[in-house]
């Protein structure tokens, strides 16, 4: 099966031109219809589904590389690209080179998704083509939700109507342009997504790399949580931890290997991963130490999360078992926004209850003492400060950072290089990340201010 999809997939070289909506005439006289002849039975989309390098695999990882939890030096920083430096200093312009991937991959994974929808339109409805249809809306409303969290503002609702969305990227045909909706619509559109896969699902699937019900339900809590609805956020969370609720005891792990927590363990809803932005790789950069000392002795993601390089440390807690950014849904996640939600709800016990749960399983045997008589004020704190520690390099604190600061954390972030000091000050506009220039000349979309 999966030589019959490489001819589907040589169209690759034609995803930039569909994701800024411009046609190129040498390729549309070579009726590239013709690429798409593969596309023929149920067989042939599920095989696409199920080809992980480019459905899975292939997220961006660009919120690692913008946050405050780890830091590169002088040398390093002096030995890597333009784009990286001006992403690492949140630079307002050329982030990205031409056709970069951390752009190109969603938007890639978004007409393969309009290919097969488009492609089932000729079928009558079944088991077999709705259960294609949910996975292939899955995926589109993902890809769409990695954009939005990279390339726009914070969720504002009294602004979102007005304030500059995505490219919704819809239908596979490239010939149409371009042009940016709204943040409101854009959230419409993974939430319409997301909510018509839900009915096709099922609980689980076979594997963790297939969408299910499960997984979605936890797409949606962090759609919703991106959006500041915690009322939904929680209830979406909570709708996922009914299918799967385990917990991984950290006193199970082997702290000093290399790679400690396997992949697809008994934690993970559904996997996907990012292909890391260089600067922020394992072998570059070197682990905060405000971040590392949060960690007490008895905390075990201290030693399972980090090893030491010289007189810094490096992370080494990948849900991947390797040095590959975990992206996906897992319980521990749910978990935490479970708790923020039921905090902010002023349900304190319930709140307590799924923070202890996950702590428990994350200190050494009979030294955790478990959380009570919080106020909702001094719990909330201890939730964000937990999330920060437990779900470091999984693309999240980047989303978090931006929702908090919209409700006055106030939390800057800086850079050093050579002694000068570089501050993303709270709810900067640099928050938004500029689209690629290339993206930008070839479609006429307005950029990010």
């Known amino acids: 099966?999966?030589?019959?999809?490489?001819?589907?997939?040589?169209?690759?070289?034609?995803?930039?031109?569909?994701?800024?909506?411009?046609?190129?005439?040498?390729?549309?006289?070579?009726?590239?219809?013709?690429?798409?002849?593969?596309?023929?039975?149920t067989d042939d989309m599920q095989a696409l589904l199920d080809y992980y390098l480019k459905m899975n695999f292939a997220d961006p990882a660009v919120p690692n590389a913008c946050v405050d939890d780890y830091y590169v030096t002088n040398e390093v920083f002096a030995a890597r690209s333009v784009e990286d430096q001006n992403m690492y200093l949140w630079k307002g312009d050329h982030n990205f080179g031409a056709s970069s991937s951390q752009w190109f991959s969603p938007y890639e994974m978004v007409y393969i998704c309009n290919s097969i929808l488009d492609a089932l339109d000729k079928f009558e409805p079944s088991a077999?083509?709705?259960?294609?249809?949910?996975?292939?809306?899955?995926?589109?409303g993902r890809a769409f939700l990695n954009i939005i969290g990279i390339w726009t503002k914070p969720y504002n609702a009294a602004t979102a109507a007005t304030d500059l969305g995505i490219p919704l990227r819809v239908d596979a045909n490239f010939n149409v342009v371009s042009v940016r909706a709204s943040l409101a619509e854009s959230y419409a559109q993974v939430l319409g997504d997301l909510k018509a896969a839900l009915t096709y699902l099922?609980?689980?699937?076979?594997?963790?790399?297939?969408?299910?019900?499960?997984?979605?339900?936890?797409?949606?809590?962090?759609?919703?949580?991106?959006?500041?609805?915690?009322?939904?956020?929680?209830?979406?969370?909570?709708?996922?931890?009914?299918?799967?609720?385990?917990?991984?005891?950290?006193?199970?792990?082997?702290?000093?290997?290399?790679?400690?927590?396997?992949?697809?363990?008994?934690?993970?809803?559904?996997?996907?991963?990012?292909?890391?932005v260089a600067i922020a790789s394992q072998t570059r950069a070197l682990i905060n130490p405000d971040l590392y000392n949060l960690y007490s002795a008895n905390d075990l993601r201290k030693t399972v999360y980090f090893k030491a390089s010289g007189t810094a440390y490096i992370f080494k807690g990948y849900?991947?078992?390797?040095?590959?950014?975990?992206?996906?849904?897992?319980?521990?996640?749910?978990?935490?926004t479970r708790a923020e939600c039921y905090a902010r709800a002023n349900q304190i016990t319930k709140a307590l209850a799924d923070l202890n749960n996950l702590l428990a399983n994350r200190y050494k045997k009979g030294t955790f003492t478990a959380y009570a008589n919080q106020s909702p004020t001094a719990l909330l704190a201890l939730i964000k400060n937990e999330r920060r520690k437990e779900l470091i390099m999984?693309?999240?604190?980047?989303?978090?950072?931006?929702?908090?600061n919209m409700e006055g954390d106030e939390i800057p972030m800086s850079r050093t290089i050579n002694g000068a000091q570089t501050?993303?000050?709270?709810?900067?506009?640099?928050?938004?990340?500029?689209?690629?220039?290339?993206?930008?000349?070839?479609?006429?979309?307005?950029?990010?201010?």
């Not at 699937?205 to 297939?210: C, G, H, Q």
């Not at 209830?235 to 385990?246: H, M």
């Not at 501050?423 to 006429?444: C, H, K, M, T, W």
């Open 319 to 336: 849900y991947t078992g390797a040095a590959s950014v975990f992206n996906g849904v897992a319980t521990d996640e749910m978990l935490l």
């Open 394 to 404: 999984r693309t999240l604190r980047w989303g978090d950072i931006k929702r908090w």
């Open 423 to 449: 501050v993303l000050q709270p709810n900067s506009l640099r928050y938004a990340l500029p689209f690629p220039e290339d993206v930008i000349s070839l479609s006429g979309m307005p950029q990010n201010p």
């Open 202 to 276: 099922p609980a689980r699937d076979i594997s963790v790399v297939r969408p299910s019900k499960g997984a979605t339900y936890g797409m949606l809590s962090r759609t919703y949580l991106q959006m500041r609805d915690y009322i939904n956020a929680g209830l979406y969370a909570d709708s996922a931890l009914q299918i799967q609720n385990t917990l991984m005891d950290f006193n199970s792990l082997t702290a000093s290997a290399n790679f400690p927590i396997a992949q697809q363990n008994i934690e993970v809803l559904f996997d996907s991963r990012a292909p890391t």
């Open 1 to 41: 099966m999966k030589k019959d999809i490489i001819p589907f997939l040589k169209i690759a070289i034609l995803i930039l031109l569909m994701a800024t909506g411009l046609g190129c005439k040498k390729y549309l006289d070579e009726k590239p219809d013709q690429k798409l002849a593969t596309i023929q039975t």
């Open 128 to 140: 077999t083509t709705n259960h294609i249809k949910a996975q292939t809306l899955f995926h589109r």
